[in-house]
């Protein structure tokens, strides 16, 4: 009986225990449920950001390279090399990149200095964020296109007409853009016009805008002159200057497959040289501040 008597006190007191011992709080950190309790001083307790899970994808292989940088001082010129080589589509807007200067000694009177480090983000774009696919890059100038006219260049991604731009006189781009037209002899419309015209047009360059006012063969301007004193008929005129330059070859082909190329044009507007001739160091930085890849040279 006495045994009986132990074993129960003995269940009561476990219970009486069991309501009076406080539970440990939990709560929810990024999505994942952590205690106070035993864990609350260690890594559990906490979500410490990755690149990988604040840009969404766990395949992100981008890499940068110095460009052109060790070579020119011209910001217009000055160009590094973002390329992304994952399996996913990475979206660089925002990101940071930082030169080394804070890395570097300068000698200022009779003594050294070192200064603080540049940073400049990566900027959005008249089409958007700038989304790198697999396989493609951005080209980062330090600097901005100061021809405006007749175009006006801000960042974007090359396609079949922006060689259209890189042919134009007044535009350098630093590397040249690629000139990958619609073969003018495929234009579509070619087939209705005159044989004269036709002629014309098959013999002329992809991404060539010809220029009309030219001289005929007696030496006088008309409208409908081009290079080399040809003369064209009128309803022919229309459809060269309709069709083949950089607004002509938007309206007609932006709907094409493969339209896009692999490359963007960013410009991040400095008016002077971000990277050292020597002695640099490329630092590129999500928009987590995470470090994402570097280089120096």
């Given amino acids: ?47 410490e ?33 973002i390329e992304n080589w994952g399996e996913d589509q990475v979206n660089i807007t925002g ?21 603080s480090a540049d940073t400049a983000a990566i900027p959005t774009t008249s089409e958007g964020d700038v989304i790198l696919k697999s396989g493609e890059r951005a080209l980062v100038i330090t600097g901005s296109m100061g021809i405006q006219t007749p175009y006006k260049i801000t960042s974007f991604k090359e396609d079949k007409c922006t060689g259209y731009i890189e042919a134009l006189p007044d535009y350098t781009f630093e590397p040249p853009l690629q000139q990958s037209c619609p073969d003018p002899g495929n234009e579509p419309g070619v087939e209705n016009l005159d044989r004269e015209c036709r002629v014309f047009i098959e013999r002329l360059s992809p991404c060539r805008t010809p220029l009309f006012g030219q001289l005929d063969e007696f030496g006088y301007r008309c409208e409908n002159c081009t290079e080399n004193q040809v003369i064209l008929s009128g309803s022919c005129a229309s459809f060269v200057k309709e069709h083949f330059n950089y607004q002509g070859c938007l309206a007609y082909h932006s ?29 590129l930085f999500d928009r987590f501040n995470n470090l994402i890849t570097s280089t120096n040279y």
């Fill in 1 to 47: 009986m006495k045994n009986n008597l132990d074993a129960f006190l003995i269940i009561i007191f476990l219970i009486f225990v069991m309501l009076v011992t406080p539970k440990g709080e939990s709560k929810h950190i990024g999505g994942a449920a952590t205690s106070t309790g035993l864990f609350s001083n260690s890594a559990l307790s906490r979500v």
């Fill in 49 to 81: 950001p990755s690149f990988q899970s604040l840009e969404g994808s766990t395949k992100v292989n981008v890499t940068i390279s110095s460009g052109n940088a060790p070579y020119t001082y011209q910001p217009y010129q000055e160009y590094i090399t």
């Fill in 95 to 115: 990101w940071q990149l930082k030169n080394g200067k804070d890395k570097r000694t300068y000698r200022v009177g009779s003594g050294l200095q070192r200064f």
């Fill in 255 to 283: 709907t094409d497959p493969e339209f896009e190329n692999r490359t963007w044009r960013i410009f991040l507007g400095r008016s002077w040289e971000m990277w050292a001739e020597d002695y640099e160091t490329i630092e």
